[in-house]
T-cell receptor, first 111, second 111 residues
Framework: GENVEQHPSTLSVQEGDSAVIKCTYS??????FPWYKQELGKRPQLIID?????GEKKDQRIAVTLNKTAKHFSLHITETQPEDSAVYFC??????????FGTGTRLQVFP | DVKVTQSSRYLVKRTGEKVFLECVQD?????MFWYRQDPGLGLRLIYF???????EKGDIPEGYSVSREKKERFSLILESASTNQTSMYLC??????????FGSGTRLTVV
């Protein structure tokens, strides 16, 4: 079955800097890759997603890139703010079927 | 907005007890999922269901069962709770081509 690896497990950045979180997946048939943000004590919330027919997608300060050949995808956050501090999870699935999640990245943005 | 409601925010149960975790969604979604969340391990899929009375095992089904008698309700059952089932349990539902909507989670402690 699908296996998703996520790095780094923790990431500390200064406010205003960029943050990058990377994930790799094992099943070449996977074609849907969402990212979730989980603030402390809250439920995970979908922040951006990408499908395999697209190489990059942007939404304001966040972007996701996908390299199907290498089977990896990344989340990029620019001009980070303290409210970006959270745990971020990547996931992969086939045809938006059941999601298999990475192990999470704890992002801390210091003022 | 889709609402996914988990009946309990915190639960403390004794080893060997039978435990029911309830999840209800209000948007007529076909697909419902149970995950457990543990530090460093991310979200791991326990069971999922694509329709009433239908269930499929996820990656870690041992020690759990599920029930889906009505479309809106998906119950996770711990037949005989053990201390290694102490965890945060997250229910999610999905319809169509986007990602999940999660419930707020149930933090279960087995003593």
């Amino acid at each position: 079955g699908e296996n998703v690896e996520q790095h780094p497990s923790t990431l500390s950045v200064q406010e205003g800097d960029s943050a990058v979180i990377k994930c790799t997946y094992s099943d070449s048939a996977s074609n849907y890759f969402p990212w979730y943000k989980q603030e402390l004590g809250k439920r995970p919330q979908l922040i951006i997603d990408i499908r395999s027919n697209v190489g990059e997608k942007k939404d304001q300060r966040i972007a996701v890139t996908l390299n199907k050949t290498a089977k990896h995808f990344s989340l990029h956050i620019t001009e980070t703010q303290p409210e970006d501090s959270a745990v971020y999870f990547c996931a992969a699935s086939k045809n938006t079927d059941k999601l298999i999640f990475g192990t999470g990245t704890r992002l801390q943005v210091f003022p | 907005d889709v609402k996914v409601t988990q009946s309990s925010r915190y639960l403390v149960k004794r080893t060997g007890e039978k435990v029911f975790l309830e999840c209800v969604q209000d948007m007529d979604h076909e697909n419902m999922f149970w995950y457990r969340q543990d530090p460093g391990l991310g979200l791991r899929l326990i069971y999922f269901s694509y329709d009433v009375k239908m269930k499929e095992k996820g990656d870690i089904p041992e020690g759990y069962s599920v029930s889906r008698e009505k479309k809106e309700r998906f119950s996770l059952i711990l037949e005989s709770a053990s201390t290694n089932q102490t965890s945060m349990y997250l229910c999610a539902s999905k319809a169509g081509a986007r990602g999940y909507t999660f419930g707020s989670g149930t933090r279960l402690t087995v003593v």
